[in-house]
């Protein structure tokens, strides 16, 4: 006997149908705390199960909306694709562009390898940190519009965290600086 679940459409996640996510979300560096808060998530995370991974990303839905008074800008895309391999290669498409900008990672957590590297403080004090989430989900739409307003952008991040957990198929989560 199969158990069903309240809120799962069985057959958006045996489809091929996949949605790829980008959410940014630009802060004050007045929320420089963040940083060590995303540093310490993703260092007592699991990521080498689906249920570690969605636990980070709840958990950093959850640090976002409690540093909202800090948000400055925000930029979102979430876009539906009907094949793995279209989506694949979009969610490659992101993570490429996005870790392009960075001059070097600082830490990482991928599939519970865990590497940090030093880095030497920068003396130039940066005007934003921007916090980008990255996730591919077996919904059959996007998971969001537009993002116009702070009240949109704390709808669309509770939505994420209550998500379906089943319907997370990959999420990396990037901040810089």
């Given at each position: 006997?199969?158990?069903?679940?309240?809120?799962?459409?069985?057959?958006?996640?045996?489809?091929?149908?996949?949605?790829?996510?980008?959410?940014?979300?630009?802060?004050?560096?007045?929320?420089?705390?963040l940083q060590t808060v995303l540093t310490d998530l993703g260092a007592n995370a699991d990521t080498s199960t689906s249920?570690?991974?969605?636990?980070?990303?709840q958990q950093t839905a959850s640090a976002l909306l409690d540093y909202s008074r800090y948000w400055t800008h925000v930029l979102a895309n979430s876009q539906t694709v009907n094949?793995?391999?279209?989506?694949?290669?979009?969610?490659?498409?992101?993570?490429?562009?996005?870790?392009?900008?960075?001059?070097?990672?600082?830490?990482?957590?991928?599939?519970g390898v865990i590497k940090?590297?030093?880095?030497?403080?920068?003396?130039?004090?940066?005007?934003?940190?921007?916090?980008?989430?990255?996730?591919?989900?077996?919904?059959?739409?996007?998971?969001?519009?537009?993002?116009?307003?702070a009240s949109v952008l704390r709808d669309v991040l509770n939505d994420i965290r209550t998500m379906q957990p089943r319907y997370l198929m990959v999420f990396e989560v990037l901040w810089s600086p």
């Open positions: 006997m199969e158990l069903e679940l309240p809120g799962i459409d069985e057959s958006e996640i045996t489809n091929s149908i996949v949605t790829i996510s980008l959410l940014q979300v630009a802060l004050r560096a007045e929320a420089r705390r249920e570690g991974l969605f636990a980070l990303l094949t793995i391999e279209e989506a694949e290669q979009l969610y490659n498409q992101y993570s490429l562009a996005e870790r392009s900008k960075f001059s070097v990672e600082s830490f990482s957590n991928v599939n940090r590297q030093v880095m030497q403080p920068s003396p130039e004090t940066p005007a934003y940190i921007v916090v980008t989430l990255l996730l591919g989900t077996a919904d059959d739409n996007p998971l969001f519009e537009e993002i116009y307003s």
